[in-house]
Structure formats: structure tokens, C-alpha cells
């Protein structure tokens, strides 16, 4: 408990903040945390952090806001990684010790500053419990020592509900760790995990996968090269919601220190969302409000048969084209939010605008919970996943081009040519120290999951390990060649961005990383911007599912659309799809829009049929897999 003095003491500093006028001094809040709070460049969109647009919330000229999230990292470290390699924890690489000259965060906190924490999500692969409650007690103590003030969070849910009214907690025990934590070392405390498991629940899992979690297609996004089925991440839209919570619940937080930044807020403006006419749409964004200057994305999803005609302002005026030039669906538009609360409306065949009728002022009042239902959402829930365990992506070892990596565009360490067997001018050797680095610009024709593989030497007695960061930390385990004239090949599976970013390979011991001869990626069409890059042109197809539907004859569509597969050996005969092969596999369904509308992980099953996962009569597209082996596409038709 906290003595009576302290007590008295924390009561006279928080009247003296409320009580007194004074120039405010202007303080900075630091959000840590793990890929689901992190910074993406335009070429992940529509995927995006918690902290990525979480300045906005806040006036400029009172806060400024730190986002150092970092995709793919626990809190704790220490644990080991599957391969059995001892993994560094945050509090090592990024916030005292292990970070590089003058950007360990805690040379940068100062007195009166606010330090956010939202570890739990990778602790289970990467770390230990007893790592991460030591790990966040000395990040707790070393903020306080600075005068700054830390607020820990919960991690976020996954997209996983086991029924209509109970998300899944696939993070086990570090939920309730970090509650735990935060009493004992009384710290104020942020439940997200609670909340966001009540907002899921309140919105249901079809606005969940669709609004919230990083669900995207290529028919959505130029920037993409295959559809997207992320259960962990978020999209735009599902980070600011978050975002949202975060701040109402500093708000009303019971701790006066940290309702204390309810204060330094920027204006909040409302945006009603409508459709004309009713349920014309199958789901549509929610109303909520935005700060000045946060980009808004709008999304409606038409009922079969419904023709969409356009987004409309409040003013009754159809809108131009997005904000975001790699927006290329029709059903969704993204604006930047102005300083009025106002409306939209998505008009449908049979449907008009609705003019905005508020007087477009600020809000003055925000929830202060999230509700468990709602009433203006009454979707139906889609069919559970079985289990919690998500597909691993297979290696894919058909390296479509490598790069030198000798010369890096920048580094510590040394390009040598002292050892025989290397493929082009020589190779990239780490300095022998911990974060140690080459840096690779590097240009992608599209989003998407690729293995990256490196050629490598290790003439040490143990494995050597390094981390491929791209935007989230990849690790990679480099075993021993024999001597350093042997070379081996290692590989990772990544998510690579549409356009240009750095790899950075970071080594992760005191002896430095393998000598890294060169490195490729399983996707064609990369390139490295030192060596000049030829104009990417968007090679997506422009041509609807609709308009190939329109090519096939109603009567091919009334018989059997079944479509046998050599690999999985599966076939669809009307609305039933038939597994030959035992073994599990993962269903994913399109609409004619291209638009995932359902997705289930099924074992040991002899068949399915496709109406228990969709909810309405239609022509839909189908693929399975199995591991990283895809069936095939084939149409079905659910009457």
C-alpha cells in the first residue's frame, strides 16, 4: 500500500495541477509495444498500428506523441524462440541498453512524461513470465526514477470468438499478468483486452473481420499482391477505434494523473453514417468521432443484388475519390477529417442522400465504457474457427533474384572478400558486438507474405542468430557451416510492403551475425534502390469477378461446378465441398466483389457444406488449403 505521506503528498501535486494557472509545459507520451501498436509505411495499407495516428487525439501544442511500437518483440526476452535460440527482449533492444547511440528511450524520457506499455502477444514464443514481470518492474521503476508517469496496458484480443458473446483469450496468462503487475507495483492500469473483447463483441465478427482486423483484398487495395486474412493486426479503421478507447479510458481513469490528459485533448467531431435505404447494405462503418486531421475511412458491403451508387456528403453531394490513392474499391472512401462534426450517407439503387441537419460543433461528453452489445448492429456472427493455432506460411525456397550483400547502403561492420565460395564481390561481415547492422533499401511490387532467404557462413561452434527487420522483427537462426568458406542458405517467411523500405539485418549476439554473402525474395519483381529501380506499375487485374461471371452461361452455373484438385485432391458438387485427402485445411470464401466473407479452419472432415458459412443465396469463390498448398480456385453456387 502507499504510505500515508505519499498519499498526501500525490493529492497536493494533483490540486496544484488543477487548481493552480501556469504555462503548461509540454509533455511527451511514449507508446511501447509490440507490431499491433507499431508505425507501417503506406506500402502494409490498409494494415496500421494502435499508435500510428494516436497524436491526433491530443492538442499539438500540449503533448506530443512517441509511437516506438515494435512489430514482432516481447517485453521480457530471455525465453527462447522455437528453434531454441535465447530471444532479447524490448527493455534490452529498444528502451535501456541494447539500442543504438542515442535512441534508447529511456535517455529521452523526462519529468512529467507518460510512458504507455502494451506487452503480452509475442512473451509466449519469446520470454517468460518471470522475464516479463522483472523486465516491466525495471521499466517501471527506471520511468518513475525520471519524474515521467507509466500506464500499463493489456494486450489486445485476436480475432477469435468462441461464440457470439466470448472472445477467445489466445494470450493465456499475460492479460492477467499485466493486471497483476500493475498492483503491485501500482501503476495506473488500462484493460484493453476487456475492452476490446466487449467492443468485438458489441460490433460481432463479420464487422470484426471486415472493419476492425487487417481483412483486405486485392480488389480493395492497389498496393496489395494477394488478399489478406490477419487475425493478430489491424487495419486503419480497427486502430483508431482502438485508439479511441485508449483515450476515453484515460478520460475517466480513476488515477487524477492520468485523467489529467482528458485536459490536453484536441476536439472530437461526430460522423454519423447513414444508408439509403435501409438495409440495402449487408454492413456499413459505424458512426463515431475523429480529431481534426485524422484520415476517416468509410466502408459499406452491398447485399447481394444491391447496386452501390456512391458515398454522399451532408451536404447531399457525392464525393470525389479517396484520400488514399491505393483505395480503389467503390464501397469504401477516406477522407481527412475537417473541424465540424457532420454526416455521410451510402446511397443505394432506390436510395437518396441525407442531408446533415446538426449544428456540426464538438463533442463535450465521451463513453466511458465499452458496451457488450449495441443496438443499431445485429449481424450474424460468422461460423467459429476451430482452435486457436494460425496457419504457419510454408518456406518457399524458389528465391526469385539475390542481391549482393556485400556493400550495404549503411552499417556497422565490414565488407569483406577475405574467404573463398562467396557468389558476387564478397559478403557483409557484423561487427562483433549485439545490434550490429546492414541496411538494404529495398523496392517491392506489392504487399503480401514472402520468404526471404540468406546465403551465409558461420564457422563458430553455435548457431548465430540475427533479426531481418522489415518493419516488424523476423528472426533468423544461422546454424554453423563448418568454417567460413562453407555457405548454407537460411530462410524466414516476412510481410513485405507495395513500394520502397529498409531491410535492416540486426545481429542479436556479442560475436556479430553470419557472414551474409547475399540475400533474395520468393516474389518477382524486387529490386534494390542503389542498383536503380524500374518504374512499379500496378499489375492487379482491373477485370470485376462480375464481369467473368457474366462470361460464364446460366447453365454451366446450374450444373456441377466441381473443380478436382491433383494436391488436395478437393471438389465442389453444388454447395458441398468434398475433402478426398485427410488432414486439415482452411476454407476462405469470396463474394462476386471479391470481398472474404467467410474463412474456417476444418480437420478430419469428408465434406462441408458452404450455406453453414454464408448467409445469402449466390455465386461465391472458393479455395482451400492445406499448410501453404492452395487447392485451386473454383466457383460455387449456394442457393
Not at 141 to 151: L, M, V
Not at 379 to 392: A, C, D
Not at 472 to 486: E, G, I, K, L, M
Request: include cysteine; glycine fraction near 10%; hydrophobic fraction near 35%.
Amino acid at each position: 500500500m502507499i504510505k500515508l505521506f505519499d498519499k498526501i503528498l500525490h493529492s497536493v501535486i494533483i490540486a496544484s495541477l488543477v487548481g493552480v494557472t501556469f504555462v503548461w509545459s509540454q509533455v511527451t507520451i511514449y507508446m511501447l509495444g509490440d507490431s499491433t501498436m507499431q508505425d507501417y509505411d503506406e506500402g502494409y495499407y490498409p494494415r496500421q498500428g494502435q499508435g500510428q495516428d494516436f497524436q491526433f487525439w491530443f492538442d499539438p501544442s500540449k503533448v506530443t506523441v512517441v509511437n516506438r511500437g515494435q512489430g514482432g518483440m516481447s517485453l521480457g526476452g530471455g525465453g527462447k524462440d522455437k528453434n531454441g535460440n535465447t530471444a532479447v527482449g524490448y527493455y534490452d533492444m529498444f528502451w535501456k541498453s541494447g539500442c543504438s547511440a542515442g535512441n534508447c528511450i529511456a535517455d529521452k524520457v523526462k519529468s512529467g512524461d507518460y510512458v504507455v506499455i502494451q506487452f503480452g502477444i509475442n512473451d509466449i514464443k519469446y520470454s517468460t513470465e518471470e522475464f516479463f514481470a522483472s523486465n516491466m518492474t525495471k521499466l517501471v521503476n527506471e520511468t518513475r526514477a525520471k519524474g515521467a508517469y507509466p500506464i500499463i496496458m493489456s494486450p489486445i484480443r485476436r480475432l477469435y470468438y468462441d461464440s457470439p458473446t466470448q472472445i477467445h483469450n489466445s494470450y493465456r496468462g499475460y492479460p492477467a499478468l499485466n493486471k497483476s503487475l500493475s498492483e503491485s507495483l501500482e501503476v495506473p492500469f488500462i484493460d484493453m483486452s476487456e475492452m476490446v473483447a466487449n467492443y468485438m463483441i458489441s460490433v460481432g465478427e463479420q464487422y470484426a473481420t471486415q472493419f476492425i482486423f487487417n481483412y483486405a483484398t486485392t480488389s480493395e487495395y492497389s498496393n496489395l499482391g494477394k488478399d489478406v486474412t490477419d487475425q493478430v493486426h489491424l487495419q486503419m479503421n480497427g486502430a483508431n477505434a482502438f485508439g479511441r478507447i485508449i483515450t476515453e479510458q484515460m478520460r475517466a481513469h480513476s488515477d487524477p494523473v492520468v485523467k489529467k490528459l482528458g485536459d490536453y485533448m484536441a476536439p472530437m467531431y461526430q460522423i454519423d453514417v447513414k444508408v439509403s435505404p435501409e438495409g440495402a447494405a449487408e454492413a456499413t462503418s459505424i458512426n463515431a468521432y475523429y480529431p481534426q486531421g485524422m484520415t476517416v475511412m468509410l466502408k459499406t458491403i452491398p447485399k447481394s443484388g444491391n447496386k452501390f451508387l456512391g458515398w454522399y456528403d451532408g451536404n447531399g453531394n457525392k464525393v470525389g475519390a479517396p484520400s488514399r490513392s491505393n483505395v480503389k474499391s467503390p464501397y469504401i472512401y477516406t477522407f481527412v477529417m475537417g473541424k465540424a462534426s457532420t454526416q455521410y450517407t451510402a446511397v443505394y439503387e432506390g436510395g437518396s442522400a441525407q442531408k446533415y441537419t446538426g449544428d456540426g460543433k464538438a463533442l463535450t461528453a465521451f463513453p466511458t465504457t465499452t458496451p457488450k452489445s449495441l443496438d443499431d448492429v445485429t449481424f450474424v456472427p460468422f461460423t467459429p474457427m476451430e482452435g486457436t493455432e494460425q496457419i504457419e506460411d510454408k518456406v518457399d525456397k524458389e528465391i526469385k533474384k539475390f542481391f549482393d550483400a556485400y556493400k550495404p547502403d549503411s552499417g556497422l561492420g565490414y565488407s569483406e572478400n577475405d574467404h573463398t565460395g562467396f557468389m558476387g564481390e564478397g559478403f557483409w561481415n557484423f561487427a562483433n558486438e549485439m545490434n550490429s547492422y546492414g541496411v538494404y533499401r529495398m523496392s517491392f511490387p506489392a504487399a503480401g507474405r514472402v520468404t526471404l532467404g540468406f546465403i551465409y557462413s558461420n564457422g563458430g561452434n553455435s548457431d548465430r542468430f540475427f533479426n531481418a527487420y522489415l518493419d516488424h522483427d523476423y528472426y533468423v537462426s544461422a546454424p554453423p557451416t563448418a568454417d567460413f568458406d562453407t555457405w548454407d542458405t537460411a530462410y524466414v517467411v516476412l510481410d513485405v510492403p507495395g513500394g520502397e523500405a529498409d531491410l535492416r539485418l540486426v545481429s542479436l549476439t556479442a560475436d556479430g551475425g553470419p557472414n551474409i554473402d547475399a540475400f533474395g525474395f520468393s516474389l518477382d519483381g524486387v529490386c534494390r534502390v542503389s542498383e536503380g529501380c524500374p518504374e512499379i506499375k500496378n499489375t492487379a487485374e482491373n477485370e470485376s469477378v462480375e464481369k467473368k461471371l457474366d462470361s460464364l452461361k446460366t447453365d454451366t452455373l446450374a450444373k456441377d461446378l466441381s473443380n478436382k484438385t491433383d494436391a488436395l485432391q478437393v471438389t465442389v458438387h453444388g454447395d458441398v465441398l468434398h475433402f478426398v485427402s485427410a488432414g486439415q485445411f482452411h476454407v476462405s470464401i469470396y463474394d462476386m466483389t471479391g470481398r472474404l466473407v467467410a474463412a474456417k479452419i476444418v480437420a478430419n472432415v469428408s465434406q462441408m457444406t458452404l450455406s453453414s458459412m454464408v448467409k445469402h443465396a449466390g455465386i461465391y469463390r472458393v479455395v482451400v488449403k492445406q499448410g501453404n498448398v492452395k487447392s485451386g480456385t473454383t466457383w460455387a453456387k449456394v442457393k
